[in-house]
């Protein structure tokens, strides 16, 4: 639970090709009848003050989570580096209070 009126922002990395998954979305897998995002999405939630994800697709059922979805600002399949710097970029431009980014 947050202790402060800090803004915390945290940034859930559901891109990537799911190869080892033959292209199905990991995320979407299911345990003890909740999906792996719904499970992550409930457990940050409780640590940080806004949540968003950062996906290159856009699906509807990522969009049912009602959170900001972020795509990668560097085109190409470039990791979860790209996912982490798209990330700062969005907290930088809404002006998250703890965050600082210079490019």
């Known amino acids: 639970m947050i202790q402060n009126n800090k803004q915390i922002l945290g940034v859930i990395l559901a891109g990537g090709l799911s190869k080892r998954m033959k292209g199905e979305n990991k995320f979407f897998k299911k345990i003890n009848n909740k999906t792996i995002i719904e499970h992550i999405i409930i457990k940050a939630s409780q640590q940080v003050t806004k949540l968003i994800i950062n996906a290159n697709i856009v699906e509807k059922k990522i969009q049912q989570y ?9 085109s190409g399949f470039f990791g979860p580096l790209a996912g982490i710097l798209a990330a700062m970029e969005y907290a930088n431009k809404k002006k998250i209070k703890w965050f600082k980014y210079n490019k």
């Open 66 to 74: 009602n959170l900001p979805i972020i795509k990668d600002s560097l």
